[in-house]
């Protein structure tokens, strides 16, 4: 469920108990005036002096100050609040949105509160620009907007939500075009991590990985350029395989160009050029006979990959009856494709786990081994007792190491 700032309920009664008047200097900074930059002598939760938050270097996104002083503890209870409005979905970190701290607390007192309340925005201690901005007592909210003048300014008695529709009404008007620096840090270690991918020939995962970035990076960003020059050269790679799919349709080789159009769709998901080869393929497949003969001798292999792939992720999620059932069809069934190689070699790692491949046996024994069962207890309840015997012996020899051959051996223990 999202995590919304503005909890109607729970700020309210929270401002009901701060009673101490908050005193405004109407003579500080007010909306529209630029920004005043934000002097500490401490910063906390920065990684490094590069880190510092600089309102000039973060000029493009949206800024909120919050401001609270030493002695009044209402202030600090209002931290947690703020720390959840900026991880915010609509208005925190990812959309453009940067979060600031600032009181005249030293660490040694700050660092507590900010651990307990779990706070990761940045905190300047030790800070007098409470003056400059027009706060003298307890608390107060500064929101810039992109442009770096002060669009909001509020005391805390009952602004909040003021507050959160002025920052909304600033990024509808004049939507941010700078990244979260946290963000950003993300967005350019996975766009190394997208070149590397595309160099391994691991498209659709270089593909996803842009995606990533795509949502993580604030529209006007030049990291979305860089996103899209690297998205480009997919397409471009895409479009040079796909080149190859008229010569061999000229030449009558309809394997060959079934095979570059099958190529395209499995490994540039998401992209116009795969687009283009999937319409392609269902249009030839409807249309040309020879074309559809072609594409329906990798019916087969499609089918096995699918059920390969689907095996692999029941066997990461503990699924093991799902994933055994999944590789055995694609061994027996299609045992004439690559996926079936793959199958094979997953099914012998798995008889190597004892532990996984316990649960396979156990599964393997159950429809036998659960009506046996049945009956001996019955035999046994009829006083049968050699029939009785005769099943439970039978499924500890058959089902060995099987919690079926567990549950006979303890029915011979009790049996009379």
Not at 209 to 229: F, H, I, K, P, W
Not at 261 to 282: P, Q
């Amino acid at each position: 469920m999202r995590k919304t700032f503005f909890v109607a309920a729970g700020i309210g009664m929270l401002l009901t108990n701060i009673t101490l008047a908050q005193n405004r200097d109407e003579e500080g900074l007010q909306v529209g005036d630029y920004a005043a930059s934000i002097e500490a002598a401490e910063w906390l939760n920065v990684e490094s002096e590069e880190d510092i938050p600089s309102l000039a270097e973060l000029r493009g996104m949206v800024v909120v100050l919050f401001f609270w002083v030493s002695w009044h503890g209402g202030a600090e209870s209002l931290l947690p609040y703020v720390n959840m409005f900026s991880y915010d979905l609509q208005i925190g970190r990812s959309g453009g949105v940067y979060t600031i701290g600032i009181t005249d607390a030293d660490r040694g007192v700050t660092q507590p509160i900010i651990d307990e309340a779990k706070i990761f925005f940045p905190v300047g201690v030790e800070s007098s620009s409470a003056q400059e901005y027009g706060f003298r007592n307890g608390f107060g909210f500064i929101v810039i907007g992109p442009d770096g003048k002060i669009i909001y300014k509020g005391s805390g008695q009952g602004d909040l939500s003021a507050m959160r529709s002025a920052i909304i009404e600033a990024m509808r008007e004049s939507p941010p075009t700078k990244t979260h620096p946290d963000e950003a840090k993300i967005c350019y270690r996975r766009i190394d991590e997208a070149r590397g991918q595309i160099r391994e020939g691991k498209y659709p995962r270089a593909y996803k990985t842009l995606l990533e970035v795509g949502r993580r990076a604030v529209l006007g960003d030049r990291l979305m350029s860089r996103t899209m020059e690297i998205a480009d050269l997919l397409e471009q790679l895409g479009y040079d395989r796909l080149a190859a799919f008229q010569p061999f349709m000229e030449q009558k080789k309809y394997d060959e160009a079934a095979e570059v159009l099958r190529d395209v769709i499995r490994r540039f998901r998401g992209l116009d050029c795969y687009k283009d080869a999937k319409r392609l393929y269902e249009e030839l497949r409807e249309e040309d006979e020879d074309f559809k003969q072609a594409a329906a001798r990798f019916d087969d292999e499609d089918t096995a990959a699918r059920l390969y792939l689907e095996a692999r992720d029941d066997l990461k999620a503990r699924r093991i009856t799902r994933c055994y059932n999944k590789l055995n069809q694609v061994v027996t069934e299609y045992s004439a494709t690559e996926a079936a190689e793959y199958a094979e070699a997953m099914l012998a790692r798995m008889r190597k786990n004892e532990t996984v491949w316990a649960l396979v046996l156990d599964y393997q024994a159950t429809a036998q081994c659960k009506q046996k069962l049945a009956r001996a207890r019955n035999l046994i309840g009829d006083g049968r007792y050699r029939d009785a015997e005769k099943l439970l012996r039978q499924i500890v020899k058959d089902f060995p190491n099987t919690i079926w051959a567990e549950e006979a051996i303890e029915e011979l223990k009790n049996m009379p």
